[in-house]
C-alpha cells in the first residue's frame, strides 16, 4: 500500500491547501446545527444550555477565520481553541 498518499511529505503544505474546504465545511456543519436545533423546538434549545449559543458563535467565528486567515499562528490557535473545547465537554 502506498503510505504517502494517506500521510503527505509536508503537513503544513497540505493543511493550508485544503483549509478554505474544511472551514467551509466546519461553518456549514455549524449551520446546519443551528437548523436541527429550531426545528426541535425552544424547549430543545433551553435544554442545551448556555453553552450551546456560545460554542456556536465561537465555532462561527473560528471557521470565518480559518477560511480567510492564512497565518500560521491563528491556525494554531484555531486548534488549541478545538483541543481545550473538546476536553471540557468529554473530559474528566
Known amino acids: 500500500m502506498n503510505m504517502p498518499f494517506y500521510f503527505p511529505d509536508n503537513f503544513r503544505e497540505y493543511y493550508f491547501s485544503i483549509r478554505k474546504w474544511f472551514f467551509i465545511v466546519l461553518l456549514l456543519v455549524t ?3 443551528i437548523t436541527d436545533t429550531i426545528v426541535k423546538g425552544s ?4 435544554s442545551l444550555g448556555i453553552e450551546y449559543p456560545i460554542f456556536i458563535a465561537s465555532c462561527s467565528i473560528v471557521a470565518i477565520v ?3 486567515s492564512k497565518k500560521e499562528l491563528h491556525h ?3 486548534a488549541l481553541f478545538f483541543l481545550r473545547v473538546q476536553y471540557m465537554l468529554y473530559g474528566n
Do not use: E, K, L, P
Open 76 to 78: 494554531a490557535v484555531i
Open 66 to 68: 480559518g477560511i480567510f
Open 31 to 33: 449551520i446546519i446545527d
Open 43 to 46: 424547549t430543545h434549545y433551553a
